[in-house]
């Protein structure tokens, strides 16, 4: 749980110390903050509250790597210091050691309903206790992000904050409606490290956000170190949108990330965009060109214009290189073909290339993912479509017979989560072709309503792209995303009996004193009664 402060919000930050430090001080109650995503269940008691001192302990079961390792994490939120920072203990060790009535702790329990499965928890708040409950790590993980929501936003400073900290008493009983939830980050276009990765993933992991998709390459630049081609990354890799330095990931610096993200259970799903938008390819190879020559790098962005050369064997040859080194260094089950905006290929150019390209895949191990023109050719068992555009009558039809074979989907329709589409007219950053989205746009919609004829089963989740043509900046990308990715988070988490656009707002505008805390550079939108100051109510 990385920690941020920018000299701009230490005011912010200290505003919460002083307002908490008053409550403490007059033996006022804290009160429930609003929970982004919303639980499944939550009910808050009159109960005094417990309170969080230096010497509360962190318990956790004997032996278990995964706990200690998120007790850890949850320590380091706890504390600005050593001497401050909680100890993790192992529950049985703890118990040999203490004399009389144990003391208050933080305790991780494996004892959770079997139906809130793998992602649920249950968190419960008495004077004397809090028991994080779960099946699985992931659960223990995500009952510390709730846990973190209950705690004054001061907490996210990295110097001094109020000790001791009190959390309001209750029960939040809690699982995830879709399995999938996602946002998608185009490093194409425009480049970005792994320090601005790792913070999107600090900010995915607060809202309970389980999938990054990297989109590595695209006609602008190819993002990913693959041996044997070092030209991708060299010459392929030197450019993005407008004509910059570009960048790319060492294998190492990817294997890292993917690390990183799965310490905070998110999976790391690759793209190579295969046939088109593949210039930055091209450019690097000669003999990926059907008339092998090279083109000139590109830096503008326009769509369409580029393809492998899908009648050579030295394509299907890259394209194995390319699918086994990534499988390799990406443990999670997915591999994204791309498929999209392929314009200079026959329907039976496009069928044969994806169809071999889908048994390349399938042959190391991994799930097929594709932009929803997947659904055009023959799908290989379990294949994943993402869906971009929901609303072409062809493209339903395509869909509803690819489920009807065994494809599940991703729901990303472009009017409503492409975080690179404006807030407004007058938002500068982004785009307007798929129309404007706003910060209503992107949460008041039914998942379930979206393709006819699609069992709400066949649904895996939302996934929120973010592409970059106009995006260059953490700033920017933190400006695009939230406070959208927020209400996208929300609806793929939070039970259906929630979403209501009056109360999210409500429960959306309580975040910003955390957010301020965190630097997150979001955007303020008009719509939303934004927090300024802690409430005493």
């Known amino acids: 749980m ?61 032996g278990d790597p995964d706990a200690h390792r998120i007790a850890g994490m949850l320590a380091e939120l706890l504390s600005f210091s050593e001497v401050t920072r909680p100890r993790v203990v192992e529950a049985r060790a703890y118990a040999r050691t203490v004399r009389g009535a144990p003391s208050p702790a933080l305790v991780f329990s494996a004892d959770a309903p079997d139906s809130l499965g793998t992602e649920g928890y249950v968190l419960t708040i008495a004077p004397e206790r809090i028991t994080l409950a779960a099946n699985a790590p992931a659960g223990w993980f995500y009952a510390t992000q709730t846990l973190r929501q209950l705690l004054p936003p001061a907490v996210e400073y990295e110097a001094a904050f109020p000790v001791p900290l009190a959390v309001p008493a209750g029960r939040i009983v809690d699982r995830p409606r879709f399995g999938w939830r996602g946002m998608m980050l185009d490093v194409a276009r425009h480049f970005f490290g792994p320090d601005d990765v790792r913070r999107l993933l600090d900010l995915m992991a607060l809202h309970k956000l389980n999938r990054l998709h990297l989109h590595l390459s695209d006609d602008q630049g190819w993002r990913i170190e693959i041996p044997g081609w070092p030209r991708l990354t060299e010459v392929g890799g030197s450019t993005e949108v407008g004509g910059g330095p570009g960048g790319f990931f060492s294998l190492d610096e990817y294997a890292a990330l993917v690390q990183y993200a799965a310490e905070r259970y998110i999976i790391i799903v690759p793209e190579i965009d295969l046939p088109g938008h593949t210039n930055a390819a091209l450019a690097s190879y000669a003999e990926l060109n059907c008339d092998g020559v090279a083109p000139p790098l590109y830096t503008g962005t326009s769509v369409g214009f580029s393809t492998v050369c899908v009648e050579r064997e030295a394509t299907y040859r890259f394209v194995e290189d390319v699918v086994r080194t990534l499988a390799e260094v990406t443990p999670g089950p997915y591999f994204h073909l791309g498929g999209d905006e392929v314009r200079e290929l026959s329907p039976e150019q496009y069928a044969t290339f994806m169809i071999r390209a889908q048994a390349i895949v399938e042959a190391h191990g991994k799930r097929v993912i594709g932009w929803d023109e997947l659904a055009e050719v023959d799908l290989v068992p379990e294949s994943i479509i993402q869906v971009w555009r929901p609303a072409e009558a062809e493209t339903q039809t395509q869909i509803r017979e690819a489920v009807e074979a065994g494809a599940t989907v991703v729901l990303s329709p472009a009017d409503r989560v492409y975080l690179d589409i404006k807030y407004d007219g007058a938002t500068v950053l982004g785009l307007m072709w798929a129309g404007l989205n706003s910060v209503r746009d992107a949460y008041d919609w039914d998942p379930t309503a979206l393709l006819p004829g699609v069992p709400t089963g066949a649904i895996e989740g939302i996934e929120a792209p973010l592409w970059s043509e106009t995006i260059s900046t953490r700033a920017d990308l933190e400006f695009m995303a939230f406070p959208r990715l927020a209400g996208i988070a929300d609806l793929a988490w939070a039970p259906a009996a929630t979403h209501d656009w009056t109360a999210y707002r409500l429960r959306l505008g309580a975040q910003a004193p955390r957010w301020t805390t965190l630097g997150l550079n979001f955007y303020r939108s008009p719509d939303i009664p934004w927090a300024t100051a802690p409430s005493r109510d």
Do not use: H, K, N, Y
């Open 2 to 62: 990385q920690r941020c402060c920018f000299s701009s919000v230490c005011s912010v930050a200290w505003l919460w110390v002083c307002v908490a430090g008053a409550l403490l001080a007059t033996g006022a109650r804290a009160q429930p903050v609003a929970l982004l995503p919303a639980p499944l269940d939550a009910a808050f008691s009159q109960d005094a509250p417990f309170t969080i001192v230096p010497e509360t302990p962190i318990l956790v079961p004997d």
